[in-house]
Every structure is written in C-alpha cells, then in structure tokens.
Antibody
Framework: QVQLQQSGPGLLKPSQTLSLICAIS??????????WNWIRQSPSRGLEWLGR?????????DYAVSVKSRISIDPDTSKNQFSLQLNSVTPEDTAVYYC?????????????WGQGTLVTVSS | DIQMTQSPSSLSASVGDRVTITCRAS??????LHWYQQKPGKPPNLLIY???SLQSGVPSRFSGSGSGTDFTLTISSLQPEDFATYFC?????????FGQGTKLEIK
C-alpha cells in the first residue's frame, strides 16, 4: 500500500521560496509505472496541477505553464522522496498543496494523495 | 488546456436518493476521466478511474460512464457518508485539469 507523507513550512512572506517534501512508502520513486505530482487547491483556483517528475531511464519533468518560470520538482532517490520548490511566492500562491502518485501504466489517475499542507503567503 | 465543466455546482439530496453528476470536457478525452470524492480537511479520494472502473474498496453504489467528451458519476442510493464534494479530472493531456467540483449537500 503506497503512502505519501508531506512536510514543510506553512507560513511564508512574499518573495520567499516555498519548499515541501513528499516522502514515499510502499513504492519506489524510480518506478517505471508512476509519476510523482504536486497539485494545489484554493477557493479561487480550484484544484490546479503544478507539475510532476518521473523516471524512464532518465528523469523527466513536466510543469504547468502558469508556474513554469518559478517551479522545480526534484527526486531524491536516497530518501525515496521528492520535493517542490516554488520561488518568489505571492499571496496568490496561498493554497493547500498536495503530492500525489500518478498511475502512468494505464490512464494516469492520481492515487494516493498526501495529507495536504496549507501554505499561507502573507506579509 | 482542456477545460472540464461539471454540473451542477451544488446539489441537495436526501438519503436513499439516486444522484447523477455530469462532467463535460472541452475536447475529446476518450476515457481518460477520473472521479474523486473530497471531504472537508481531507485530500481527494479516487472513486472511479478510466471513466467507469470502480476503485478497490469503493462501494458499488458508485458508478461512472461516458467517453469522448461527456461523462457521468452516479450514486445509486445516497448514504450519509456520501455528502461531500466530487471532482472530475482528465489525464488525456498535460496539464491535467479538474472540474470545479460538485458539492453534495443534505436536503
């Protein structure tokens, strides 16, 4: 049974960098049938996919255009986890952030999800 | 980006009712469509994948149908624990996109 455990700070000031970690148990971050995603949710934007990392002989990333200039999603194979970094945050980045496993061998659904981290950006 | 439109945005129903939620994609997504249930303070939970396949452990009163651009989620007989918000999501193309949600409330 795959489980995802998120960690990271929940309060940031504008212009700071958001950094979250998602630790994986029950699967390998290097799995050939999975991708590892970050998704956020806010009342104004709903559920918004941010990006993913996955391994297919080498590491790949895909990012949402809306955050592409500010985002980095990186694997850490030694700890079987992956991270989200979002630079230069503004109050618009206030949201609950989730990590999620994407089943890439079939129809690419998200399951499971991490527990969520509320990130508030405020001066 | 593919736009996902759910209807209705909210719905009041009673225990035992049959409920249908619809999701429409702005272009064809074949069966790359999934449904999630979300309760307050919790992450979304996968109910239906690939338009009509029931996720393990999900009660059989939940069902999904559709292909192309039009999809439905049906709950055959509402139970008290089903009052929640439901989302559809397409994975046909990147970026993956979600519907705005349907909040199911007790009448």
């Amino acid at each position: 049974q795959v489980q995802l455990q998120q960690s990271g700070p929940g309060l940031l000031k504008p212009s700071q960098t958001l950094s979250l970690i998602c630790a994986i148990s029950g699967d390998s971050i290097s799995s050939n049938s999975a991708a590892w995603n970050w998704i956020r949710q806010s009342p104004s934007r709903g559920l918004e996919w941010l990006g993913r990392t996955y391994y297919r002989s080498r590491w790949y990333n895909d990012y949402a255009v809306s955050v592409k200039s500010r985002i980095s999603i990186d694997p850490d194979t030694s700890k079987n986890q992956f991270s989200l970094q979002l630079n230069s945050v503004t109050p618009e980045d206030t949201a609950v952030y989730y990590c999620a496993r994407e089943a890439m061998a079939t129809r690419n659904w998200f399951d499971p999800w991490g527990q969520g981290t509320l990130v508030t950006v405020s001066s | 980006d593919i736009q996902m439109t759910q209807s209705p945005s909210s719905l009041s129903a009673s225990v035992g009712d049959r409920v249908t939620i619809t999701c429409r994609a702005s272009q064809t997504i074949t069966t790359y469509l999934h449904w999630y249930q979300q309760k307050p303070g919790k992450p979304p939970n996968l109910l239906i994948y690939a338009a009509s396949s029931l996720q393990s452990g999900v009660p059989s009163r939940f069902s999904g149908s559709g292909s192309g651009t039009d999809f439905t989620l049906t709950i055959s007989s509402l139970q008290p624990e089903d009052f929640a918000t439901y989302f559809c999501q397409q994975s046909y193309t990147i970026p993956h996109t979600f519907g705005q949600g349907t909040k199911l409330e007790i009448k």
